[in-house]
């Protein structure tokens, strides 16, 4: 059973599984008891610690001040211990008489069993439990708060569905090669498998119905393994289709911390973006793009967001929408974070340190912007020309097409695409649910509840015809995947140049669009027909924000600035964030990432 205890205006708990034995040397035995009876304190560790500067040694003494220059330096170093855990002090490694007293402490000479990190703890029966801080969640990011339910993290526990739990940053070493994600915290989207609690997907059904997970979906054990430190699960749209603020019944929405606290978080990332962007606690958010799902969330909340080349990750233990379109990325506040995510992320792959030698621009996709925002996206692509010495390229995509499309695709790019995403995504959703709403049919007697928006969406689903529609759709995303590929992200100036030559020139060519929703919109509002309204999130017709997703190109949503407006909820002057994309050819997300780390410095 964990222990629960108030500090500083703090909820903590306990660790169930005890860290670590101690022992009070013999002149402290007689004030045993307190420590039996559980008190929270802070470990201060002499003996094989985990900064060599603090070894104790004849050039390091155990005094006063040394002591206390140690506690100011836990308390500056963490967003968990707080004041009142430094009324305990254990001294780990000390064997010398303890002479001096710091603001009434009680301090104790310890013995360990084996050597601990120094740090917040809390002391039961001569045992040290790992404390954790619980976070509130007021943006509602976060279906549940987990914790390692055993030592070496194989399995979790939900601790709350209000709160996160957060270790100590104290109980972890600094990043290395062999872990550079070490105590990094990651929230996970509700459609990863974690063993041992259950995944919902937002459905309440879907989650009483297949219970606690039996395995944790590889990629996030990885990041486990890196050193991550899984805090919770982010909330979803059901089943990872796109839903608006107000589609949402098993669950609420979460809130976009940005501006007036109302605009859309938009698609079924929601959680991850509004984690990322509202808690400075969370270091990383991971998500699933099908349809926008992170390069939606990120530019709406104004985050880092990169939806990779499709095929990169692998897909096992998350639940699907569609494997045609299912990718895998990071949340981000910080570039220099994901730089430092993404090596891990993308193990397989090696940077090159060539820089892009072509910057397209294609000009008609930021004209419905307002002109404020294109004023702050132009900056940037300033930035861009100045630091790779290039000129951007006024581009267009569908002329390209025209010129370039194979001889059996219609001429119109939009003719080509106009159903493309929406007939593989409604035909696999429909599909990949039927399983579930069989099993749960018997077992019941009764259909499982699903959000009106998914039995829109799976009733379209149902009316496709798998060698009519979606084949041929399948087909057509083949196309268009393979224009990519071959003319887009390629100058074909030199028909001659070798097959290496003319790889790495299309590993040098990256595109830049405008990135989220030229107005904003607020989830209160109902600003079109209710069928308009679905369709609209479905994936008919053509839009600039499709490229990576028929494409299977990497996408990186970049924060480039901001603007002021005045909030239609509240009357008050809010911001309201201003994003763009760069997509870049398969296989290029670290480079990507590079790069806007150094044009952001400029």
Known sequence: ?????????????????????????????????ALHQGVPVVVLSFQDDDDDDHDHDESHPVDRESVEARLQQLLA??????????????????????????NGSDIYAVEMAVPLRSGPYYARSSHLHFVYKLQEDPYEAFMMGVLPDSGDHDSFCEVSKEFIPLPSRHYFDQPSDEKPLSGKRIGVKDIFDLRGVPTSASSRDYSAFYGAADSTAPVVQRLIDAGAVIVGKTKTAQFASGEYAHDWVDFLCPFNPRGDGYMEPDCSSSGSAVAAAGYDWLDFALGTDTLGSIVGPAALQGVFGIRPTHGTTD?????????????????????????????????????SSDSPIRLLCPTEYFDAWPAPKRQIMNA?????????????TAYDLHEEWKLRAPDDCARSLETHLDKVLAYIQLYDSYHNRIPFRQDFQRAHGREPYANPMIRFKWSLGEKLSKENEYEIACAKRTKFREFLREHVFDDDDDDDDDEQQQHQRRRRTIMILPAGSPEVRYRDVEDENLEKKRYRLQGF?????????????????????QIPAI???????????????????????????????????L
Not at 380 to 385: A, S
């Open 1 to 33: 059973m964990m222990e629960w205890f108030r500090l500083h205006q703090s909820s903590y708990i306990a660790s169930k599984t005890p860290s670590v034995r101690f022992q009070l040397q013999n002149e402290y035995t007689s004030r045993l008891s």
């Open 541 to 561: 017709h053509f839009s600039p924000e499709h490229i990576s997703f028929v494409g299977g190109v990497p996408e990186l949503v970049i924060p480039v600035g």
């Open 315 to 351: 897909m096992t233990g998350i639940l699907p929408v569609s494997s045609l379109l299912d990718t895998i990325g990071p949340f981000a506040r910080s570039i220099t974070e994901l730089r430092l995510f993404a090596p891990v992320w993308y193990e397989d792959h090696h940077m």
């Open 77 to 102: 170093g963490d967003d968990v211990i707080c004041p009142e855990f430094t009324k305990t002090i254990l001294l780990a490694g000390v064997t010398e008489e303890i002479d001096f007293v710091i």
């Open 567 to 601: 909030s239609p909820v509240t009357g008050a002057e809010i911001f309201e964030p201003v994003c763009v994309a760069i997509l870049g050819a398969p296989g290029t997300e670290c480079e990507m990432i590079r790069l806007v780390e150094q044009v952001l410095k």
């Open 380 to 392: 940037f692509i300033d930035d861009m020309e100045k630091h790779l010495s290039v000129t951007r």
